[in-house]
């Protein structure tokens, strides 16, 4: 379910949309907790988790991947990603392992391999790159409020918020605050019903 009645990302994206929406700022719940929570998102999202239990430094390059591609999608909402995000993603992907194949039609695509975390995050960057492919991949966006990754279904691609209702109305509160105090009482009009 997406807050605001959003529609979910289409795919090849969805799975990274998802993956980033494991933790949800907005409830403060973390659904990879321990390595087994990961070995068992992984299974309900077709993927290999390997031939051995993971470990706990495998949920911690998990976490890591998953802040880091969070970090790139604030920054399709305006913030940009931090150097050591980036330079985190360009090392996971340079570790990923990749397999091309040709099409009857002589186009080639990489699939990413491997089993375990190695799969994963190459499963994660092989999705965002076909997203970028397709022209997508800037409509995944984290809300700059909460973090909630969501798709712009927006014509115009300005979408900014999970959901107007919270994350936007609480946003334009603040702001609405932020310059009723800078008013001085001095420069305040008068009240007419005194």
Do not use: Y
Not at 24 to 53: F, I, K, Y
Not at 83 to 88: G, K, L, N, S
């Amino acid at each position: 379910m997406e807050p605001g009645g959003r529609r979910p990302a289409p795919p090849p994206v969805r799975i990274v949309q998802e993956f980033l929406n494991s933790s949800d700022a907005l409830t403060v719940q973390e659904t990879l907790n321990t390595p087994a929570d990961l070995e068992r998102w992984m299974r309900r999202h077709a993927l290999d988790p390997g031939p051995t239990p993971l470990q706990r430094r495998d949920l911690t390059r998990a976490l890591r991947v998953r802040e880091a591609i969070r970090t790139v999608a604030a920054g399709h909402n305006g913030r940009p990603a931090s150097p050591a995000d980036i330079e985190a993603l360009n090392g996971e992907a340079a570790a990923a392992r990749w397999r091309v194949a040709f099409h009857a039609d002589g186009r080639p695509v990489a699939h990413p391999q491997g089993s375990g975390m190695t799969g994963l995050v190459a499963e994660l960057i092989s999705a965002v790159v076909r997203s970028e492919e397709a022209g997508i991949w800037d409509r995944l966006k984290a809300c700059p409020a909460c973090g909630w990754a969501f798709f712009d279904h927006s014509r115009n691609r300005r979408g900014r918020w999970c959901t107007m209702a919270i994350c936007g109305s609480r946003a334009k509160m603040r702001a609405f605050r932020i310059r009723a105090r800078s008013v001085s009482p001095r420069a305040r009009p008068a009240d007419p019903g005194r």
